[in-house]
Protein backbone atom coordinates (compact mmCIF):
# COMPACT_ATOMS: atom_id res chain seq x y z
CA UNK A 1 0.00 0.00 0.00
CA UNK A 2 2.57 3.01 0.75
CA UNK A 3 4.87 1.66 -2.53
CA UNK A 4 1.22 2.83 -4.18
CA UNK A 5 0.68 6.01 -2.35
CA UNK A 6 4.69 7.07 -2.72
CA UNK A 7 4.31 5.91 -6.81
CA UNK A 8 1.01 8.65 -6.93
CA UNK A 9 2.36 11.34 -4.84
CA UNK A 10 5.29 11.34 -6.84
CA UNK A 11 3.32 11.28 -10.39
CA UNK A 12 1.02 14.30 -9.12
CA UNK A 13 4.42 15.90 -8.20
CA UNK A 14 6.03 15.71 -11.39
CA UNK A 15 2.81 16.31 -13.32
CA UNK A 16 2.74 19.79 -11.04
CA UNK A 17 6.79 20.79 -11.98
CA UNK A 18 5.96 19.72 -16.15
CA UNK A 19 2.75 22.19 -15.66
CA UNK A 20 5.05 24.94 -13.81
CA UNK A 21 7.96 24.77 -16.06
CA UNK A 22 5.63 24.77 -19.03
CA UNK A 23 3.81 27.95 -17.72
CA UNK A 24 7.68 29.63 -17.15
CA UNK A 25 8.94 28.59 -20.46
CA UNK A 26 6.40 29.63 -22.69
CA UNK A 27 6.61 32.98 -20.26
CA UNK A 28 9.90 33.60 -21.34
CA UNK A 29 8.96 32.87 -25.44
CA UNK A 30 6.59 35.51 -25.46
CA UNK A 31 7.04 38.86 -26.37
CA UNK A 32 7.42 41.84 -23.51
CA UNK A 33 4.86 44.38 -25.53
CA UNK A 34 2.01 41.52 -25.82
CA UNK A 35 1.31 41.37 -22.16
CA UNK A 36 0.20 44.51 -21.58
CA UNK A 37 -1.29 45.22 -24.77
CA UNK A 38 -3.75 41.78 -23.28
CA UNK A 39 -3.95 43.94 -20.67
CA UNK A 40 -2.64 41.64 -18.10
CA UNK A 41 0.67 42.16 -15.77
CA UNK A 42 4.14 42.95 -17.07
CA UNK A 43 6.23 40.03 -18.32
CA UNK A 44 8.77 40.04 -15.64
CA UNK A 45 5.85 39.76 -13.25
CA UNK A 46 5.03 37.26 -14.88
CA UNK A 47 8.13 35.61 -14.95
CA UNK A 48 9.03 36.14 -11.23
CA UNK A 49 5.04 34.17 -10.78
CA UNK A 50 5.81 31.46 -12.85
CA UNK A 51 9.35 31.05 -11.29
CA UNK A 52 8.49 30.81 -7.67
CA UNK A 53 6.05 28.52 -8.36
CA UNK A 54 8.13 26.00 -10.14
CA UNK A 55 10.60 26.80 -7.24
CA UNK A 56 8.20 26.38 -4.25
CA UNK A 57 6.72 23.58 -5.81
CA UNK A 58 10.20 21.41 -6.31
CA UNK A 59 10.62 22.91 -2.97
CA UNK A 60 7.77 22.53 -0.96
CA UNK A 61 5.96 19.61 -3.15
CA UNK A 62 2.40 19.78 -4.28
CA UNK A 63 0.50 18.83 -1.42
CA UNK A 64 1.45 21.79 0.67
CA UNK A 65 -0.03 25.34 0.99
CA UNK A 66 2.89 26.74 -1.05
CA UNK A 67 2.77 24.11 -3.99
CA UNK A 68 -1.24 24.67 -4.12
CA UNK A 69 -0.80 28.52 -4.33
CA UNK A 70 1.88 27.87 -7.08
CA UNK A 71 0.12 25.31 -9.13
CA UNK A 72 -2.95 27.72 -9.15
CA UNK A 73 -0.59 30.56 -10.09
CA UNK A 74 0.81 28.25 -13.19
CA UNK A 75 -2.91 27.19 -14.05
CA UNK A 76 -3.79 30.81 -14.15
CA UNK A 77 -0.79 32.04 -16.33
CA UNK A 78 -2.12 28.90 -19.03
CA UNK A 79 -5.81 29.01 -18.95
CA UNK A 80 -5.89 32.92 -18.69
CA UNK A 81 -2.71 35.06 -19.60
CA UNK A 82 -1.44 32.91 -22.44
CA UNK A 83 -4.13 32.58 -24.69
CA UNK A 84 -4.53 36.64 -24.33
CA UNK A 85 -1.12 37.43 -24.81
CA UNK A 86 -1.00 34.51 -27.69
CA UNK A 87 -4.08 36.55 -29.53
CA UNK A 88 -2.27 39.82 -29.17
CA UNK A 89 1.01 38.65 -30.38
CA UNK A 90 0.07 36.29 -33.14
CA UNK A 91 1.67 32.88 -33.98
CA UNK A 92 5.11 34.38 -33.75
CA UNK A 93 6.71 34.14 -30.73
CA UNK A 94 10.28 36.67 -29.49
Do not use: H
Request: positive net charge; glycine residues 8%.
Amino acid sequence: MGFLSNNLINVVLLACLVTAAWALIDCVTRKPQAFPAAGKLTKPAWLAITAGALALLWLFGPLSIFGIASIVASIVYLVDVRPAVREVSGPGRW
